[in-house]
């Protein structure tokens, strides 16, 4: 039923708690799990949209995305390390984009079975509304979507 399963991470407690779930699901239906790490290259605001245009192959952004891609890692690598001490076959990639788009996209292309994701992510805002990653994701993704809140 869920042959390959796509759990994003951010270093948030809630992607943690999704690593979790996603894992036990895998190790119930010998699914392998995909561990995700969007690299956001979104400014925020107009003026971090202007400056980001401007700046995009800057060397100084080029090493801040390089740090964030190798900070990445080693949250995908945290999920396939737990994935695997489960006995549960994990694979990990870490794409620049925009979180939300790049999460629905990988999940098409590479034919993921189940997203399982935190409700929420590491904003302040998220604590009181559905992440908007998450609100994107399950609005938008053409794969069935679990989102796991956090424990309170």
Do not use: C, W
Request: aromatic residues 2%.
């Amino acid at each position: 039923m869920y042959d390959t399963i796509l759990v994003p991470v951010d270093g948030s407690d809630q992607a943690d708690q999704a690593v979790e779930h996603a894992v036990g699901i895998a190790a119930k239906f010998g699914s392998t799990v995909h561990a995700l790490h969007v690299v956001d290259d979104r400014g925020s605001g107009r003026a971090a949209e202007a400056v980001s245009e401007l700046s995009r192959n800057s060397p100084e952004r080029q090493e801040m995305q390089e740090r964030r891609a190798e900070a990445g890692s080693d949250l995908t690598d945290a999920a396939v390390e737990r994935a695997r001490a489960e006995d549960v076959a994990a694979e990990a990639a870490v794409v620049e984009g925009d979180p939300a788009e790049v999460i629905t996209d990988y999940a098409t292309d590479e034919g993921m079975d189940l997203i399982v994701m935190g409700a929420r992510g590491r904003s302040a805002v998220g604590k009181f509304l559905l992440g908007d990653v998450a609100g994107k994701v399950a609005r938008h993704a053409t794969t069935p979507v679990l989102l796991v809140r956090p424990d309170e």
